[in-house]
């Protein structure tokens, strides 16, 4: 008797690629998935497939440790589903939620929908504002790449919550901010070291009094935009290292070059006055 032979045949290139295919679609995200306990909507594929799930049990743990709740949705420009009333029906968004809004489509690709308990407790209104001009504008997209930016601003915002003081600004030092903060503490050492030559004429009487009345402006040239920044965001004593070293060689240079000898920093109008006396 004659065995019947095996009927089942090997896939088809068309047919593994249509399965191929139903494997992509069951992994992207639909506004149908759209749920409170799902955080993240990602309708532009903006977040890397091997850290989804990653960054979705990040911000359930966030929740779960915090109370509060952070939520990210993406879309390709606006979308009419699902609807601003959908996320609210399954989000719920309250004091202590923060919604983050991803549209690469947009000059700035990121937006932010904060609680109020959030900006009195944890991130004020100036922080969304440095966050969302330090990774959502287009330089640092198209340098860095849009997946880039939006890891980076949520894990930038878990960890802020996470902390008891919250973070006034965001951080970490850009190198475009830093080089700023160094130009800023040069100038202010250049109006110090200008001030320190000034010889005692009318009412100032000594030589370091012209160094108080410049105060105001080298300080805040050194103190303010020169050193707070660098301190509020980080605690690498290098970059403070470099913009005091500016300050202080931009301070020498007066005492160091003759083109600011005495004569050249002296008041000229009052030896001219001398001159036609004589």
């Avoid at 997946?147 to 970490?172: F, I």
């Avoid at 103190?223 to 005091?244: E, M, Q, S, Y």
């Amino acid at each position: 008797m004659r065995k019947a032979r095996s009927t089942v045949r090997p896939p088809t290139t068309a047919t593994l690629a249509a399965t191929s295919l139903s494997a992509a679609a069951a992994e992207q995200d639909t506004p149908a998935q759209l749920a409170s306990d799902v955080p993240v909507l990602d309708l532009a594929k903006l977040v890397p497939a091997g850290q989804k799930a990653a960054l979705m049990q990040q911000l359930r743990d966030l929740e779960k440790d915090t109370g509060w709740r952070l939520r990210l949705f993406t879309s390709n420009g606006p979308v009419s589903s699902p609807s601003v009333e959908d996320i609210r029906a399954a989000w719920h968004p309250d004091d202590n939620t923060v919604i983050v809004l991803a549209d690469p489509t947009s000059p700035n690709i990121l937006r932010f929908n904060t609680g109020i308990n959030v900006q009195l407790q944890r991130l004020p209104r100036g922080f969304f504002i440095e966050l969302q001009s330090r990774f959502g504008n287009m330089i640092y997209v198209r340098e860095e790449g849009e997946a880039t930016a939006v890891m980076n601003t949520m894990t930038t915002l878990t960890d802020c919550l996470r902390k008891d003081e919250g973070c006034p600004v965001v951080p970490g030092l850009p190198e475009n901010q830093y080089a700023l903060t160094l130009i800023t503490s040069v100038v202010g050492g250049f109006v110090f070291g200008y001030a320190s030559r000034l010889e005692p004429q009318g009412f100032v009487a000594r030589k370091w009094v012209w160094l108080l009345l410049f105060a105001p402006l080298w300080g805040t040239l050194f103190l303010v935009f020169g050193v707070g920044p660098i301190v509020t965001r980080t605690a690498d004593k290098l970059p403070l290292l470099g913009n005091l070293a500016g300050f202080l060689a931009a301070a020498g240079v007066f005492q160091l070059t003759p083109l600011f000898s005495k004569d050249a920093v002296d008041m000229p109008y009052s030896r001219r006055d001398d001159d036609d006396s004589r």
